[in-house]
C-alpha cells in the first residue's frame, strides 16, 4: 500500500476491523515518515450491471453512489464512517436481491431511504435531484410527507 503522504510503498497495518457487509477498515502506518492513514478494502463480488432509464446497462458502482450521497451530505454532521456504512447497507441490498442485473430507480429508492432514516436535509436534497422537483410545490409536499411520518414515529 503506498503512504498517501511521501508515496513510500511501505506501509503496516496497525488496526484492522470488519465494518460488516464485505468491508474492513484498515489503519495503516507509513514505514518511512510515520504517518497513519485508513483504507478500506472492499469485497469484489460477481457484477451487477444497473439498468439506466435510457435501458444502457452499467457495472454497479460503489463510487457513484458514494458521490451522490457526499453530494446530499455536504455540510451536514454525518461522519464518513456513516456514509460508509450507509452504502454498505446499500451494496448488500443490491446483492442480496440475488439479481444480475437491477433498475437504477430501485437504487435511488435505497438511497433515499437511507437517507431518509440518517439525515432528513440530505434526504430532501438528494430527492430533489432524483426525482426532479419542478417547483416549491414538490418540496413543500415532501417536507408535509416527512413531517407527518416524523408525527406518527413519535405516538
Not at 502506518?29 to 492513514?37: G, Q, S
Not at 448488500?92 to 444480475?100: A, F, I, L, T
Amino acid at each position: 500500500m503506498e503512504c498517501p503522504y511521501c508515496n513510500h510503498i511501505e506501509t503496516k497495518v496497525t488496526d484492522s476491523r470488519d465494518t460488516g457487509s464485505y468491508t474492513i477498515r484498515r489503519r495503516r502506518e507509513c514505514l518511512k515518515c510515520n504517518k497513519r492513514f485508513t483504507t478500506y478494502e472492499h469485497v469484489e463480488m460477481n457484477p451487477v450491471l444497473i439498468i439506466k432509464k435510457d435501458d444502457r446497462r452499467e457495472k454497479f458502482d460503489r463510487n457513484k453512489i458514494k458521490k451522490g450521497i457526499m453530494k446530499a451530505l455536504e455540510k451536514r454532521p454525518v461522519s464518513h464512517e456513516k456514509i460508509e456504512e450507509i452504502i454498505d447497507k446499500i451494496q448488500e441490498k443490491v446483492r442480496k436481491s440475488g439479481k444480475e442485473e437491477i433498475e437504477s430507480n430501485v437504487i435511488g429508492e435505497y438511497v433515499m431511504n437511507e437517507l431518509k432514516e440518517t439525515d432528513q436535509v440530505a434526504y430532501i436534497r438528494f430527492a430533489s435531484v432524483y426525482r426532479s422537483f419542478a417547483d416549491i410545490t414538490f418540496f413543500q409536499k415532501e417536507i408535509k410527507n416527512l413531517t407527518r411520518e416524523k408525527i406518527i414515529e413519535e405516538r
